[in-house]
């Protein structure tokens, strides 16, 4: 990779300060952190209380709407529930607003039946989407049946296809597809996943995505996003007279004149970094041994397997043990529920 060749002398190079000029606006941008406007709509206050129960069964004096109220308080404030419930109270009793509010035993048994809140940062312009892909090791009966029997067959993989956008840090798609898929191919389904309404302004990939079918996916989506892929080494321009110059034509010739790092600063390919760096967040986070624990599966470790030491945590390549053939990979990641084929024990991979 190009950013590796300033790794022998990266940790003598100062880190750059930012020097304030505009001290006006950086301090009223400070202030606005904090600023705090709370109200609530009559159509809160109408769907505050449960609808009466038509069935047998306890009758719910809450709503959804005011649980989720409630967790939304708690998550932005980061309070335990307690204190959560306590502040609900002091802003209802400030705004005379004549609701009770839900105790935090109920809040704590309720939030379990509803969908998990995250505050991540809303996006304030356009995307800039970063694709990259990941391999997953996935050990099934037909693996535990080679391990007992003593007969090594191939192991089979599974890609994770993660569309990040690099101005949140938000994964705003991902696809899970068999180790027969290339990256290329799976382009346009993440771009799918992505409302059609909001706006991408550039779309960064590693070379793995090179081609001009790749470029032609992403502009058919939208006409007028910048498509920063490197070109293989050996990538010549489309059209020998330079009649027609497409971005990769662009591209290519860009990296001719300047060389592949100052083609790399130029066209700010430094950002699709952070699509490596969710990856490792999630390798940690979602891959750990206890990680899937509730959904059923019995281990999720790294996949080396050997009598030797086990590599780094950087280096490690995440495998998945399950039970009752069942994988629930990426839960957490975004709510999607699709079903893949298993072609290894015929077992259905859940996402």
Same mark, same amino acid.
């Given at each position: 990779?190009p950013n590796k060749?300033n790794?022998?002398?990266?940790?003598?190079?100062a880190?750059?300060?930012?020097?304030?000029?505009? %001290?006006?606006?950086?301090n009223a941008?400070?202030?606005?952190?904090?600023?705090?406007?709370? %109200?609530v709509?009559?159509?809160?206050?109408?769907?505050w209380?449960?609808?009466a129960r038509?069935?047998?069964g306890?009758?719910?004096h809450?709503? *959804?709407?005011?649980i989720?109220?409630?967790l939304?308080?708690r998550?932005a @404030?980061?309070?335990p529930?307690?204190q959560?419930q306590?502040l609900?109270m002091?802003? @209802?009793?400030?705004l005379?607003?004549g609701?009770?509010v839900?105790?935090f035993?109920?809040?704590?048994?309720?939030?379990?039946?509803?969908p998990?809140i995250s505050?991540g940062r809303?996006?304030?312009g356009?995307l $800039?989407?970063?694709?990259d892909?990941?391999?997953?090791?996935?050990?099934g009966?037909?693996? %535990?049946l080679?391990?007992? $029997?003593?007969?090594?067959?191939?192991?089979c993989w599974?890609?994770?296809h993660?569309?990040l *956008?690099?101005?949140t840090?938000q994964?705003?798609?991902?696809?899970l597809?068999s180790? *027969?898929?290339?990256?290329?191919?799976?382009?346009g389904p993440l771009?799918?996943?992505i409302p059609a309404?909001?706006?991408?302004?550039?779309v960064?990939?590693?070379g793995?995505?090179?081609g001009?079918a790749?470029c032609?996916?992403?502009?058919d989506?939208?006409?007028?996003?910048?498509?920063v892929?490197?070109?293989?080494?050996s990538?010549?321009?489309?059209?020998?007279?330079?009649s027609?110059?497409?971005q990769?034509d662009?591209?290519?010739?860009m990296?001719?004149?300047?060389?592949?790092l100052? %083609?790399?600063e130029a #066209?700010?390919?430094?950002k699709r970094?952070?699509?490596?760096?969710a990856?490792?967040?999630l390798q940690?986070h979602?891959w750990?041994?206890t990680? @899937? #624990?509730?959904?059923?599966?019995?281990?999720?470790?790294?996949?080396h397997?050997?009598?030797?030491?086990?590599?780094h945590?950087?280096?490690?390549t995440?495998?998945l043990?399950a039970?009752?053939?069942?994988y629930?990979i990426?839960s957490g990641?975004?709510?999607?529920?699709?079903?893949?084929?298993d072609?290894?024990?015929?077992?259905?991979?859940?996402t």
């Open positions: 990779m060749h790794e022998d002398r990266r940790h003598h190079i880190k750059k300060s930012m020097k304030v000029t505009n %001290w006006a606006e950086y941008g400070l202030r606005r952190r904090v600023s705090l406007t709370l %109200w709509t009559d159509e809160a206050i109408a769907a209380q449960a609808p038509l069935t047998r306890g009758q719910s809450y709503s *959804d709407t005011a989720e109220t409630n939304l308080i998550a @404030f980061r309070m529930l307690r959560a306590r609900m002091s802003v @209802f009793e400030l005379e607003v609701l009770a839900p105790d035993s109920t809040v704590s048994r309720r939030s379990a039946k509803l998990s505050l809303l996006p304030t356009p $800039h989407v970063v694709i892909s990941t391999g997953l090791k996935v050990f009966a037909g693996q %535990w080679a391990e007992k $029997h003593g007969q090594r067959s191939r192991r599974r890609k994770l993660l569309a *956008d690099a101005n840090n994964i705003v798609a991902c696809v597809t180790q *027969d898929m290339d990256d290329p191919s799976q382009v771009l799918d996943q309404d909001i706006e991408i302004n550039q960064t990939a590693d793995a995505y090179d001009e790749t032609k996916t992403i502009l989506r939208q006409g007028d996003i910048t498509v892929i490197p070109p293989r080494a990538a010549l321009p489309s059209q020998a007279d330079g027609i110059v497409t990769r662009a591209h290519v010739l990296m001719e004149s300047l060389g592949r100052g %083609w790399q #066209a700010g390919y430094g970094s952070l699509v490596e760096t990856m490792g967040a940690d979602y750990s041994p990680a @899937f #624990a509730p959904t059923g599966c019995t281990a999720v470790r790294s996949g397997r050997g009598g030797g030491p086990e590599p945590d950087g280096a490690r995440p495998e043990r039970c009752c053939n069942r629930r990426d990641i975004k709510t999607k529920a699709r079903l893949f084929a072609p290894c024990n015929n077992a259905s991979l859940t």
